[in-house]
């Protein structure tokens, strides 16, 4: 598969979890739909763009397992959240109930409307090693008080790469009344999403990690109860517009003035090269590659695996437990040097070597950085052991 992607071949890639990569067939479509634009840029976006975004809306409806016109196309899952927020209108003493294992900027961006509001942001403890999903569960759900109003959390953690149990978070949530607030970035094309399944209030997750769509391509789904709540966060010509379409909520959240949406627009052709390359198939190869290595590695560093080795708990990523006394300055030396592009995850003052495993990798990337560690144990202090 690497023949399909235009990356580095001098770089051993295993970082696919922070942007993705996008084939040569999909960027090539990017770039189509960019020349249409500026071959005639009046005509396109006032005649011909609505009818490419509605095909694109229609053919990821039916992957993510969705309505079309409950949701929309953002550049990306910080820019849905910010969204979803301002339109909380939180009260103080209201809590956001959360977990330790968030994005950095998810946590930023509770704590920026936490701090207009009066609202607590709840980072609940979920410990490590995780042992079971009714570990997760149990541990979440302590951290519910009578002021919790609404749950957020990532189905797969970008720093430990763990998947949590949100159908049934979810479905306790509805019990009690919450509103669920799910940020799905790396699990569209990773492991298998049907949101009407999950049944969340509100959903993000992106399309340019492993959908491998062109950068700047992710969705925000609404459920339909919660759709004309949700101001837009640009305001534009479809707020209170002329000429409504048939959804206010759409009106509202998809014109915002003049963007590039060429990503957006590539979505059927990111389908088609999924579909045409049985990714399915693919996808399970990369998460046997990720399973098989995840206790080598651990026993390399003297770590320990963060949960049990199975494809409940991770899928195509895994984060090691590493000690270093430097986490820059060792993944400065994996890329300068080695020539390996892997993060190197900081959380809860632990810190996490997380591979990731596409298509176009193989055993012989994790053999490469295998021997990197090796030979850093041998000639630095950057590991402790």
Not at 26 to 36: A, D, H, M, P
Not at 103 to 114: E, L, P, S, V
Not at 233 to 250: A, C, D, K, R, T
Not at 344 to 364: D, E, H, K, T
Request: aromatic share 12%; with cysteine.
């Amino acid at each position: 598969m690497k023949s399909h992607f235009l990356l580095d071949p001098t770089i051993t890639f295993l970082n696919h979890g922070s942007f993705g990569a996008c084939p040569k067939p999909i960027f090539e479509e990017y770039l189509r739909f960019q020349l249409e634009l500026e071959t005639e840029p009046v005509y396109f976006i006032q005649k011909k763009q609505a009818a490419y975004l509605k095909i694109a809306k229609e053919r990821l409806a039916k992957f993510i397992g969705c309505n079309a016109n409950d949701f929309f196309f953002t550049p990306n899952p910080t820019f849905a959240s910010n969204t979803i927020m301002r339109s909380l209108h939180l009260q103080e003493g209201d809590e956001i109930l959360s977990t330790n294992h968030e994005y950095g900027a998810m946590d930023r961006t509770w704590n920026f409307y936490c701090k207009r509001s009066g609202a607590t942001y709840i980072r609940q403890n979920i410990s490590l090693p995780v042992v079971s999903k009714e570990q997760i569960l149990e541990e979440f759900w302590s951290g519910y008080t009578a002021k919790t109003k609404i749950i957020f959390l990532n189905q797969i953690s970008s720093a430990t790469a763990l998947i949590f149990p949100i159908k049934e978070i979810c479905g306790k949530a509805r019990e009690l009344g919450l509103i669920t607030i799910i940020d799905g970035a790396h699990v569209p094309g990773q492991i298998e999403l049907n949101i009407s399944e999950l049944n969340p209030d509100f959903y993000t997750g992106t399309l340019h990690k492993w959908m491998l769509a062109p950068k700047g391509s992710s969705f925000l789904y609404v459920k339909k109860g919660f759709q004309e709540m949700l101001d837009p966060l640009i305001v534009g010509w479809g707020y209170e517009s002329v000429n409504p379409g048939e959804s206010q909520f759409l009106d509202y959240q998809e014109y915002q003035g003049t963007r590039e949406i060429s990503a957006f627009l590539c979505t059927p052709k990111v389908i088609d090269f999924l579909e045409e390359n049985n990714w399915k198939t693919k996808a399970k190869a990369c998460r046997d590659i990720v399973l098989n290595n995840y206790q080598r590695f651990c026993d390399l560093l003297g770590t320990e695996p963060l949960c049990p080795i199975t494809e409940g708990f991770l899928a195509q990523m895994a984060s090691i437990p590493i000690r270093t006394s430097d986490a820059v300055a060792l993944k400065d030396l994996l890329f300068n040097k080695y020539k390996i592009e892997i993060p190197v995850m900081p959380l809860n003052g632990s810190y996490f070597l997380r591979y990731s495993i596409s298509a176009y990798n193989s055993q012989a990337d994790l053999e490469v950085l295998y021997k990197a560690l090796q030979d850093i144990i041998a000639t630095t202090d950057l590991i402790e052991l």
